[in-house]
């Protein structure tokens, strides 16, 4: 194996200008660093990143703490995460929490205990709190995308959950809509919390109910179930019966066309179907349903800037909040204009 050693003896200088070189050090000559960096080049060496990160304080790796790799949302902040990192010099693990603060916390002191420059992190619901707070503990910079978690002083990126939802609501009004019910995630997670208020505060807006036979809770994976709560929907009186129903996730989305599906029920002239949030690895449906999409790849690029930018010291001292607009696209799951 290649050490520095044999680099300084090729290169006939000092096993700490090597390292120099290595950590991009300004104490080196332009002509001493070109040839050193030859010889790297020459023997194939690899830096060893513990042995770097002991001189410069720094892994330079990152951490992307993410709710559910298999959500085509999470899968494209990913990737804008990924993208920003490497163009900053950085390397990106990835952790999965799967919703759960559990897992959550358990990764959270691999992280301590192993070493990461920062975390962006999509907090799992609200008792995340405890889980981030270690980091705080540590000096581990942290930004949160997607989520925000209140009483944390920190950097954001989040969804114009508000603007995002009225627009949604007031798509179906415009439609002919007025009872309209909600299939929503745990109100633990704030983009839940958010969406639910949205939606409850656009239907008095306008002068219509809020029935509480019309609002349902579910988990957010792929594979939950809500053919239960679409039932209870569809068999309540027909004049209390809703005409459309907002999912305020991709998933949820998806579940819930399912669902209808599976009951005979006709999108959209028995029942509109709206959701939050594109359904990009979906092809089938990415044309059908009508959807707000996030610029999701922006949460993890601009993200990770704004984490790198606290490593580095570089960042305002108070924390900054960007919140990003989603797409709205109209599409056939609530083109049908009722009349009651």
């Not at 804008?80 to 990764?107: H, R, T």
């Not at 949205?198 to 939950?224: C, E, K, M």
């Not at 006709?266 to 959807?291: H, Q, R, S, W």
Request: with cysteine; glycine share 4%; charged share 25%.
């Amino acid at each position: 194996m290649v050490t520095i050693y044999d680099i300084a003896k090729k290169a006939n200088v000092s096993a700490m200008t090597v390292s120099r070189v290595i950590n991009n050090s300004d104490k080196i000559s332009e002509q001493t660093r070109k040839k050193v960096e030859a010889i790297i080049k020459e023997l194939n060496y690899i830096p060893n990143s513990s042995a770097r990160s002991l001189v410069s304080k720094k892994s330079k790796i990152l951490t992307l703490m993410i709710t559910d790799i298999s959500n085509p949302f999470f899968t494209s902040v990913a990737r804008g995460a990924e993208d920003k990192a490497m163009q900053m010099g950085y390397q990106l693990l990835l952790c999965n929490s799967d919703e759960n603060i559990e897992k959550e916390s358990k990764y959270m002191d691999m992280l301590i205990s192993t070493g990461t420059d920062g975390v962006l992190i999509a907090p799992a619901n609200d008792s995340s709190k405890k889980n981030i707070r270690k980091l705080t503990k540590h000096n581990i910079p942290f930004v949160l995308i997607d989520r925000y978690i209140n009483d944390l002083r920190c950097d954001q990126v989040l969804s114009d959950n508000e603007t995002t939802t009225r627009k949604i609501i007031e798509h179906l009004i415009v439609q002919g809509h007025k009872k309209i019910a909600i299939i929503n995630g745990p109100l633990d997670v704030a983009t839940s919390r958010e969406r639910h208020q949205a939606y409850s505060d656009t239907l008095r807006l306008h002068g219509l109910p809020v029935n509480q036979h019309w609002i349902h809770q579910s988990q957010l994976f792929h594979n939950s179930d809500i053919s239960n709560k679409i039932k209870m929907l569809i068999d309540l009186p027909v004049s209390e019966r809703p005409t459309a129903i907002f999912a305020t996730s991709n998933f949820l989305g998806l579940n819930t066309v399912k669902a209808l599906k599976k009951f005979n029920i006709k999108i959209p002239e028995d029942m509109a179907v709206v959701c939050y949030d594109g359904v990009p690895n979906y092809t089938e449906n990415e044309l059908f349903l009508t959807a707000a999409e996030q610029p999701s790849y922006n949460f993890g690029y601009i993200g990770t800037q704004m984490l790198i930018e606290r490593i580095e010291k570089t960042s305002p001292e108070n924390p900054r909040k960007i919140v990003l607009p989603a797409e709205f696209h109209i599409r056939a799951s609530s083109l049908y204009k009722i009349n009651e």
